[in-house]
């Protein structure tokens, strides 16, 4: 046979396989695609992940907790305080109750990138724990009132800060007493011995209160910067002066120095830190001064939370003492 019998032999074949290749690509078979009922049953985890969760009633006498959020507390319908949310998780659950805008009071910085994938708004307003002044009163009380609800306050474990932040919105909006929003404070679990935080709650009006939120600021920062390492460290300071004389007196107020609250100070000590851990000068040195600053936030959390639950002196000043040791080994590589 010639090579021109064989060429005119393959041109059949060809043209068949140019008409396989031309074909619309719907009617060639897909292996990786999963048939109908595969694809259906695949889905459902997404639409149960997306379930809606119910938000705690306005006179539950108990917290809710729900997935990566603690400490849930309505102060009336639309005002919920709680802790931080904690990773993607509690981010999904705070989407799943309906929130639509967060209003941070704690001095860490937000995760507003978090927020925004699901569809939320961040407000940064940071308070301390000696109380929150008329000027940041009227502020998230304004947060409240204008932006899109329910509105989640938060601090850090949801039951001092974010509780008298929002008591003292609410009262001035009208929505609660004085009494009231006490009484939610003590579910959320604000220790008595926060007596700064208690008393911006007493004081708390909704008297004239058109005029005076149209006073307050409506910038509504999604981050507010956090102090310099130095400006935080010079509070560090103070507060463990503070702690030491507060320590001498037993671990209660000093009778030369009636504006101290141990609580308050310990809690001010931990805040301080984590402003620190966070500050732009931490972020340019190596890791290991974020670990150790994280190991100090974690041990002064852990004193605060013992003169808040009574314990011995002899324990608080173990506590005290670790605080202590964390800052002189710190100190020795990067301060001395």
Not at 51 to 77: F, M, Q
Not at 108 to 121: C, D, F, I, N, T
Not at 251 to 257: E, F, L, M
Request: proline fraction near 7%.
């Amino acid at each position: 046979m010639t090579s021109t019998h064989v060429r005119r032999s393959l041109i059949p074949t060809l043209v068949l396989l140019m008409s396989a290749c031309s074909a619309p690509e719907s009617k060639l078979p897909t292996a990786s695609a999963p048939p109908p009922a595969q694809a259906h049953a695949a889905a459902k985890p997404a639409a149960s992940a997306a379930a809606p969760l119910p938000r705690p009633a306005a006179g539950a006498d108990k917290i809710a907790e729900y997935p990566g959020l603690h400490n849930v507390v309505a102060y009336s319908d639309g005002i919920y305080s709680g802790s931080v949310p904690h990773g993607e998780e509690g981010f999904e659950s705070l989407e799943r109750m309906g929130i639509q805008t967060i209003i941070s009071v704690d001095g860490s910085l937000p995760e507003v990138e978090e927020a925004k994938a699901h569809g939320l708004r961040y407000v940064h307003l940071p308070i301390g724990y000696e109380g929150i002044d008329e000027k940041r009163t009227l502020e998230i009380a304004r947060a409240v009132e204008d932006l899109p609800g329910p509105v989640y306050i938060h601090c850090h474990h949801g039951k001092h800060r974010s509780a008298g932040a929002a008591g003292s919105a609410a009262v001035t909006l009208g929505r609660l007493t004085s009494d009231q929003a006490t009484a939610r404070m003590k579910v959320s679990g604000t220790a008595e011995n926060y007596t700064g935080l208690y008393a911006c709650v007493a004081v708390a009006t909704p008297k004239d209160a058109k005029r005076r939120l149209s006073s307050a600021s409506n910038a509504f920062p999604s981050v507010s910067p956090p102090d310099s390492y130095v400006a935080a460290m010079v509070i560090v300071d103070e507060a463990n002066d503070a702690l030491k004389a507060i320590e001498k007196a037993g671990w209660k107020t000093p009778a030369d120095h009636p504006d101290l609250v141990p609580a308050e100070e310990a809690g001010r000590l931990a805040d301080s830190l984590r402003a620190a851990a966070e500050s732009d000068e931490t972020k340019s040195h190596e890791a290991e001064l974020r670990q150790w600053l994280d190991a100090a936030v974690g041990r002064a959390e852990a004193l605060e939370e013992g003169i808040v639950g009574k314990m011995a002196p002899e324990e608080l000043s173990k506590r005290m003492k670790a605080v202590a040791q964390d800052c002189k080994t710190c100190h020795a590589k990067y301060r001395d």
